[in-house]
């Protein structure tokens, strides 16, 4: 199976912060990346599929980019309602679409 | 509006069976793959389960392959999943998916339904 890891588990951030997270693959998953957002006590939702596209209706300031094993998801201004868990997915290796272990924002 | 609906959680022994429904509505059901996603409280998630849009392939982790089996109904625009030999590592929040089309990803999550394996 295809294995995926995310940096840094939690980070300390401030409002207005450019954040950077980063999730790799144990092999080349092409673009079949998605991440989510997760608050407590909230199913996920998704924020971007394919690596870069953005989900309808979620804010501009959330981008990804990557390809093969190495992606990042930026936020470019940190808000208010940004501090969440957010984990990354390969749906590349199906069927098991599986997730990295997350990275928490607070 | 998209909305998907699980029920069927609860507590149950080791050893014991359960059923989980999810009744899916604002949209063609028929025409999305859907699965299961779960997650124990404080750690990540899992992709259990997943079936196509005619239920003519279904997907499993390896943890749960010949344990749990997921079907569904277009006819009711219902997703289950049938849960049997149940393991206290079972114990988590059980979600509902959608996965969108065009792209593997699932754009849409039910509120989800706890399972408890427990004595």
């Known amino acids: 199976d295809i294995q995926m890891t995310q940096s840094p588990s939690s980070l300390s951030a401030s409002v207005g912060d450019r954040v950077t997270l980063t999730c790799r693959a144990s092999q080349s998953i092409n673009n079949y990346l998605n991440w989510y957002q997760q608050k407590p006590g909230k199913a996920p939702n998704l924020l971007i599929y394919a690596a870069s596209s953005l989900q309808s209706g979620v804010p501009s300031r959330f981008s990804g980019s990557g390809s093969g094993t190495e992606f990042i998801l930026t936020i470019s201004s940190l808000q208010p309602e940004d501090f969440a868990t957010y984990y990354c997915?390969?749906?590349?290796?199906?069927?098991?679409?599986?997730f990295g272990p997350g990275t928490k924002v607070d | 509006e998209v909305q998907l609906v699980e029920s069927g959680g609860g507590l149950v022994q080791p050893g014991g069976s359960l059923r989980l429904s999810c009744a899916a509505s604002g949209f063609i059901f028929s025409g999305h793959w859907m699965g299961w996603v779960r997650q124990v409280p404080g750690k990540g998630l899992v992709c259990v389960s997943r079936i196509k849009s005619d239920g003519s392939i279904t997907t499993y982790a390896d943890s749960v392959k010949g344990r749990f089996t997921i079907s569904r109904d277009n006819a009711k625009n219902t997703l289950y999943l049938q849960m049997n030999r149940l393991r206290g590592e079972d114990t988590a929040v059980y979600y509902c998916v959608r996965e969108q089309r065009g792209f593997p990803g699932f754009d849409f999550w039910g509120q989800g339904t706890p399972v408890t394996v427990s004595s």
């Open positions: 997915q390969q749906s590349y290796g199906s069927p098991r679409f599986t």
